[in-house]
């Protein structure tokens, strides 16, 4: 959700946060149900912004609680903020700032609805707003290059992107030529920051379902799944179920010295792993039936 300035000066609350990546995902999810209007997750750290009607003393509570738990599972400082309060205009600038054009690939660029696409690339269109998935990610940005370079090698005809966030992937999907591209998660505000994107982003084409990968019927060309490990691991044989022959799956959210674990489990379900394509700590795996 973009901010709207009031007619009267308010105050607005920053949280800067670090936290090990395996629990960004997790603590996404509370910041949003304690009432933030909107998440950035870049580099070390995730910045989130609520209104001045939210008392900021019950968001130090959580996060504290919060920080106690992972100490005993992640060691002393596991989970460190920084609370910082600010004015109308500083709120927009902060905003706009985290929020900037990125170049992915050879082809894309992604950029909030603000900021206008000058360089003949495809534009991405994303509003940041309630969810996760801006494209600044070292994850969804292996996801969009993996689609782009094997997206060629499938027939085009399918393409699922499960847990789709802000419908980013689902988004490129189309534009790479997918005709019917499904995006499903189980978080309802993710839904609902997709149909705003894909609105932004005039595309047709595709459907959106809540729920997990059970809400996805039939078969697709391409799978994309930017998940964690452990979900990854979970799903395998129901990611394999719905590759067809052939068809690629590309699997991101993979913690570096994690990605054998991963790759096990989808040889298991009946697929081959090739390419493990890196980008930071991150490892993305190319599966194909």
């Not at 997790?26 to 933030?36: C, D, I, R, T, V």
Request: aromatic share 6%; with cysteine.
């Amino acid at each position: 959700m973009k901010p709207v300035s009031p007619s009267t000066a308010m105050q607005y609350h920053q949280f800067t946060i670090t936290i090990p990546e395996q629990h960004r995902n997790a603590l996404a999810e509370m910041l949003l149900k304690l009432g933030s209007l909107g998440l950035s997750d870049q580099g070390e750290a995730v910045t989130a912004y609520f209104p001045d009607s939210v008392d900021p003393e019950n968001i130090n509570k959580e996060l504290k609680l919060v920080g106690a738990l992972l100490e005993g599972m992640d060691g002393p400082a596991a989970l460190t903020f920084e609370h910082t309060v600010l004015e109308d205009q500083d709120w927009n600038s902060s905003w706009k700032k985290a929020f900037t054009p990125i170049d992915v690939g050879s082809r894309f660029t992604i950029l909030p609805p603000w900021e206008q696409c000058t360089s003949g690339r495809i534009p991405l269109i994303i509003d940041p707003g309630m969810a996760f998935g801006t494209g600044h990610h070292e994850t969804t940005r292996s996801c969009l290059v993996l689609m782009e370079r094997y997206a060629p090698e499938v027939d085009r005809e399918r393409f699922l992107d499960l847990g789709t966030g802000t419908g980013l992937l689902a988004i490129a999907a189309r534009k790479l030529g997918f005709t019917a591209v499904t995006g499903v998660d189980t978080d309802p505000l993710s839904i609902e920051a997709s149909l705003k994107n894909i609105d932004l982003n005039r595309v047709e084409g595709i459907e959106l379902f809540e729920g997990g990968i059970g809400a996805a019927a039939g078969t697709y060309d391409m799978v994309a799944a930017n998940l964690i490990s452990g979900t990854l691991i979970e799903l395998a044989g129901e990611i394999a179920a719905r590759l067809r022959t052939p068809g690629i799956a590309i699997l991101s959210g993979i913690l570096a010295g994690q990605d054998d674990e991963v790759a096990d489990a989808v040889e298991r379900a009946g697929l081959r792993c090739g390419e493990r394509f890196r980008d930071g700590k991150w490892v993305s795996l190319v599966c194909r039936r």
